[in-house]
T-cell receptor
Framework: RKEVEQDPGPFNVPEGATVAFNCTYSNSASQSFFWYRQDCRKEPKLLMSVYSSGNEDGRFTAQLNRASQYISLLIRDSKLSDSATYLC???????????????FGQGTILTVHP | DGGITQSPKYLFRKEGQNVTLSCEQNLNHDAMYWYRQDPGQGLRLIYYSQIVNDFQKGDIAEGYSVSREKKESFPLTVTSAQKNPTAFYLCAAQGPNYGYTFGSGTRLTVV
């Protein structure tokens, strides 16, 4: 089983649609959670961190369910510029001076069309 | 502006040749990482370093080597032992909130 699993999509949605991505992780010791966005042939960039209480940043809402080991990202009012690959990322912190390592899902492809 | 600089942007390697990818950061972060990304796939960890003069193998370290002589620099050498080196290579530094900042990547192609 992969450590971080995402539905690869692709998701094709019209402008203005609401779209949700899901992600599951296998290691219950995972401590920090993120969504990254990667445009074609570019580096990943941090979209938002995911907190246990859930968090929102404009049109984007992230949720974490530790009991089910499940993370979600909701995008409301989709824009053409939201087209990208969305990467679910978890960090396992080993304690001490270790920062832990980020483990990436394979990504979910989103295409927003006019 | 603080950030990560990777060079070169594109690199071509002949069979049997070693090549070195540069990664420099001015973020003053202790931890640095090298990932490899193949088309349509996620990122796979090659090597990481959480402090100067120390580094650890990741999931796919065979055929690669690194050094961490300075906090700012974490170069990756792709050796001739790496049989399938064509990929997009990403260097990252990890901040205190555990999130990564990535460089813009190096595309390596075997010719």
């Amino acid at each position: 089983r992969k450590e971080v699993e995402q539905d690869p999509g692709p998701f094709n949605v019209p402008e203005g649609a609401t779209v949700a991505f899901n992600c599951t992780y296998s290691n219950s010791a995972s401590q920090s959670f993120f969504w990254y966005r990667q445009d074609c042939r570019k580096e990943p960039k941090l979209l938002m961190s995911v907190y246990s209480s859930g968090n929102e940043d404009g049109r984007f809402t992230a949720q974490l369910n530790r009991a089910s080991q499940y993370i979600s990202l909701l995008i409301r009012d989709s824009k053409l510029s939201d087209s990208a690959t969305y990467l679910c990322v978890v960090n396992i912190y080993a304690g001490g001076t270790s920062y832990g390592k980020l483990t990436f899902g394979q990504g979910t492809i989103l295409t927003v069309h006019p | 502006d603080g950030g990560i600089t990777q060079s070169p942007k594109y690199l071509f390697r002949k069979e049997g040749q070693n090549v070195t990818l540069s990664c420099e950061q001015n973020l003053n972060h202790d931890a640095m990482y090298w990932y490899r990304q193949d088309p349509g796939q996620g990122l796979r960890l090659i090597y990481y370093s959480q402090i100067v003069n120390d580094f650890q193998k990741g999931d796919i370290a065979e055929g690669y080597s690194v050094s961490r002589e300075k906090k700012e620099s974490f170069p990756l050498t792709v050796t001739s032992a790496q049989k399938n080196p064509t990929a997009f290579y990403l260097c990252a530094a990890q901040g205190p909130n555990y999130g990564y900042t990535f460089g813009s990547g190096t595309r390596l192609t075997v010719v």
